[in-house]
């Protein structure tokens, strides 16, 4: 397996190095190399966004900067009750909700957003250091909010939208209703002991394991026509988990599609990560500092590589908080697409119970 490790690492090094280039012919042909544009991602996303039984609407909401964030908003009309607002993970987009929008949409007005620099969205330079980075993303959802006038919310995010949906909470405890955090990444330290640190995923170690310097998904990008293929190759469980909705390709495109572009939250994701599994600033050493009346709930897979134990400590660290951990069967990381019916009944149940 040299030979193959040898050359992902030559992809990896290959991509990195054109992304930092931004100058020249050979960057300026890359794009033609890829198979991708913001209208290719707009179409796909359309044909997600078609399964939608519930009224929606979709824009552009402008920031006092100019950056500009993808929203798309499901029962607009239902506003009695505290709105829903969920935050997709690394590489995601507001897509990956379409097996819960309805559901959860139905008693209350849910918001879903891509991410300053994911998606949709803006892709602006983010700062160099991990708080800088951090920092941008947490004041750009709270830019969102204040443009969006949602005065508080029920705010859930996954994996990396849990992270930052924490570090919200941290600075603008106000807003938060009830904190709702699935598979959260960048929560534990790491351990000095390798036998305590939970197994990945094999397509997370691969990636680990010729990261080096590069962006995550740079490998994606120097593919050019087979980046699609390596989507399909490497995360077929993304086509069965939507199998419901979808038996062709599209969601396999939507996700190519959101990661071929220019990498501005990928980068500041890298910035804030250690190793693709730690944050440089882990977030179980600031959980305390959330206001002590703001609930927290956690919900985990049963088959996730996300370090489990977490909740239990977030609780130790929160003795006068609720927080509530909670765990679901047959789950592995993308908890909300691997049993979206349990998962939609357990976020239900949490939000009725804040109003």
Not at 97 to 114: G, K
Not at 122 to 129: A, I, K, L
């Amino acid at each position: 397996m040299d030979w193959l490790s040898s050359t992902w690492q030559g992809l990896f090094t290959m991509a990195d190095d054109l992304e930092q280039q931004p100058q020249g012919w050979l960057s300026s042909w890359l794009p033609a190399w890829r198979p991708t544009s913001m209208s290719q991602l707009k179409n796909v996303e359309a044909r997600i966004l078609q399964c939608l039984q519930n009224k929606f609407l979709a824009r552009y909401v402008s920031l006092p900067n100019q950056n500009k964030i993808w929203t798309v908003t499901v029962s607009p009309e239902l506003r009695d009750r505290t709105p829903l607002v969920m935050v997709h993970g690394f590489g995601g987009g507001v897509g990956l909700w379409i097996l819960n929008m309805d559901s959860l949409s139905a008693r209350r007005t849910l918001h879903t957003f891509d991410l300053l620099g994911f998606g949709r969205s803006s892709r602006p330079t983010f700062p160099r250091d991990p708080e800088g980075a951090e920092d941008e993303f947490v004041t750009s959802i709270e830019t969102w909010r204040e443009t969006m006038g949602i005065p508080t919310m029920i705010l859930l995010g996954h994996s990396l939208g849990g992270f930052l949906a924490t570090s919200y909470s941290i600075k603008y405890p106000d807003r938060v209703k009830h904190l709702i955090l699935v598979d959260p990444w960048g929560f534990p330290l790491r351990p000095t002991d390798p036998s305590e640190i939970r197994a990945p995923p094999t397509w997370v170690k691969a990636l680990a394991s010729v990261l080096g310097r590069s962006n995550p998904l740079a490998v994606l990008r120097v593919a050019g026509p087979w980046g699609p293929g390596l989507v399909q190759r490497f995360r077929p469980d993304f086509k069965r988990k939507f199998a419901d909705f979808f038996e062709d390709d599209t969601i396999s495109e939507y996700i190519y599609h959101c990661n071929a572009q220019n990498p501005s939250g990928e980068t500041a994701f890298k910035t804030m990560m250690e190793s693709f599994g730690w944050a440089r600033r882990p977030m179980l050493e600031r959980i305390h500092l959330i206001r002590k009346d703001v609930p927290i709930t956690m919900i985990y897979g049963s088959n996730t590589w996300i370090d489990t134990s977490t909740g239990k400590k977030v609780k130790l660290q929160r003795p006068d908080s609720y927080v509530r951990d909670m765990e679901i069967e047959g789950a592995s990381h993308h908890v909300y697409a691997d049993q979206p019916h349990i998962f939609n009944a357990m976020v239900e149940e949490i939000c009725n119970s804040v109003d």
